[in-house]
Each structure stands twice: as structure tokens, then as C-alpha cells.
């Protein structure tokens, strides 16, 4: 039985694919910042699958130590880690690039980018040492290369940085018993988005108009890319779901449906 560990999984996208994994019958380690949110994901996983099939630990992936403690636990539970998964990642509040601060602009970057080559550096040890595993990275809006948001300058930055270091990642790999793949779930309605626009509800009520045709639900993109990853063999492969085909029958449909996957 396979072992998944997934950072940053204690709610969004993260959670929706330790669940759908669970649901496949495979072991999966979740992981966020702080104890009590784990706590609550954790025990809100078990009581929908197999208790003994899900474990959960804080880990705050800017900090290497704490990823490299997340490994050798998930190792001690559940004897391995077949499949990584960093999907931690944080999104700069929607604004201009000169009205954040630095901190706001540090926070994305060394989330988003440091905590995914920090999580890829201990992964990949750790499956060269044991002789097989694969690692994926949550690519995100800027790793297309040509769609950009006004507002989001930061976000985009960290998510087109991490397209090129999985493409270099999935170079270095070739030919060991490791793979690299990135994952690119699209546009989801999570709290991330949603959080944009605390303070400006006249704005969210026009963009949601289009949120409700660009985006997915988790609960029907999680299992679909569950299948992919598990399904993948190919070193350098990308898991899309938002694919140019699918996008475009969104907008076709739109007209005629009020809300579809």
C-alpha cells in the first residue's frame, strides 16, 4: 500500500486530495503549520476512511529541520513515502506590487517557493536512499507563462519560479529510480481566493461571476488528479486539470448551466 505525504493539507486542495487518496485505500501524512488544525483535519479524515490509514504532523515548510522531522515521521508510521506532494503555498493579498510589504512579498516567496525546494530537497534524499518514489509540486497561476492577473504580481512570481524548478528537477532525476511531476489543479474556490476580497464585497460580487465559470470544486478535481499521479510513470509529466479545451466549454456552457465541474 502506497505512503502520500502532502504539505499544507489541512484544508483546500491539499485536504480534498489526502481525502480522495484515502478514499483509493492508500496511507497519507497531512501536514500544516500549527497543531490544532492538523488535529482537526486528521480526525475529520479518520472519521470518514480507515483511522489507521491517515497521520498527521505540524510543519512549517520554510524550516527544513520541521520537513525533514515530516519524512521521518510519515517513514515511522507507515514504513515509507511512496508519493510527496508540496502543496503548501500562500497568495499575496490582491493589490498593486508597491503597496505590499515586504514581509507580504518574503511570506509568498519563501512559502511558495523556498518551503516547495526545501520539501523537494528532503524528498528527494529521502527516496534516493530508499530506491524509488515520485515528487510532485503544485504549480499555480504564472507557470503557464503567459496568463497574468494585475494584483497577484507576487503569487505569479513564486508559481512561474517553481514551473522552472520542476522542469530542471525533472531533468536532474532522469535515469534514477525517482520521477518529478508537477500538478496543475486550476482555478479552485478556495479560502486562499476568497480571502482577497475581505474588504471589497462589491468587487467579489462581480468577479464571482466569473470564479463560478473559471473554477472547479475540490471535491471533483482532488479525485481526478489522485488517479493521474497514482496512474503516472513518466518522469517531467504536468497534471492538468484546466485545460484549454475544458475552459473554453465553460464559457460555451455558461449561458445554459449554473454550475458545472
Avoid at 528527494?124 to 504564472?142: F, K, V
Avoid at 492577473?149 to 508559481?159: E, F, H, I, R
Wanted: proline letters at 3%.
Amino acid at each position: 500500500m502506497k505512503s502520500i505525504v502532502i504539505t499544507g493539507s489541512t484544508r483546500g486542495i491539499g485536504f480534498g486530495l489526502a481525502d480522495a487518496f484515502l478514499a483509493l485505500d492508500y496511507q497519507v501524512t497531512i501536514s500544516g503549520r500549527a497543531q490544532a488544525p492538523v488535529d482537526q483535519a486528521t480526525a475529520s479524515l479518520a472519521a470518514r476512511h480507515e483511522a489507521g490509514r491517515v497521520a498527521g504532523f505540524p510543519c512549517n515548510v520554510t524550516h527544513i529541520e520541521e520537513l525533514q522531522a515530516l519524512w521521518e515521521a510519515a517513514c515511522a508510521r507507515f514504513g515509507a513515502v511512496d508519493i510527496w506532494i508540496n502543496n503548501a503555498g500562500v497568495s499575496n493579498r490582491r493589490c498593486d506590487y508597491w503597496n505590499l510589504s515586504p514581509q507580504d512579498v518574503r511570506g509568498v516567496i519563501e512559502t511558495n517557493v523556498i518551503g516547495s525546494m526545501y520539501g523537494s530537497s528532503v524528498a528527494l534524499r529521502g527516496m534516493r536512499r530508499q530506491g524509488h518514489g515520485g515528487l510532485y509540486n503544485l504549480e499555480g497561476l504564472g507557470s503557464s507563462g503567459w496568463r497574468k492577473v494585475k494584483g497577484l504580481s507576487v503569487y505569479g512570481t513564486s508559481k512561474a519560479a517553481l514551473c522552472y524548478f520542476d522542469d530542471a528537477l525533472a531533468l536532474e532525476t532522469e535515469g534514477t529510480p525517482v520521477i518529478v511531476g508537477a500538478i496543475q489543479p486550476g482555478m479552485i474556490l478556495t479560502d486562499m481566493i476568497v480571502g482577497q476580497y475581505v474588504d471589497r464585497p462589491e468587487e467579489w460580487a462581480h468577479d464571482k461571476k466569473i470564479f463560478d465559470i473559471l473554477t472547479s470544486p475540490v471535491e471533483i478535481v482532488a479525485p481526478w488528479i489522485a488517479r493521474r499521479v497514482l496512474e503516472n510513470t513518466r518522469n517531467g509529466a504536468r497534471i492538468r486539470w484546466a485545460t484549454g479545451a475544458r475552459i473554453m466549454g465553460r464559457f460555451l456552457l455558461a449561458p445554459f448551466r449554473k454550475r458545472r465541474a
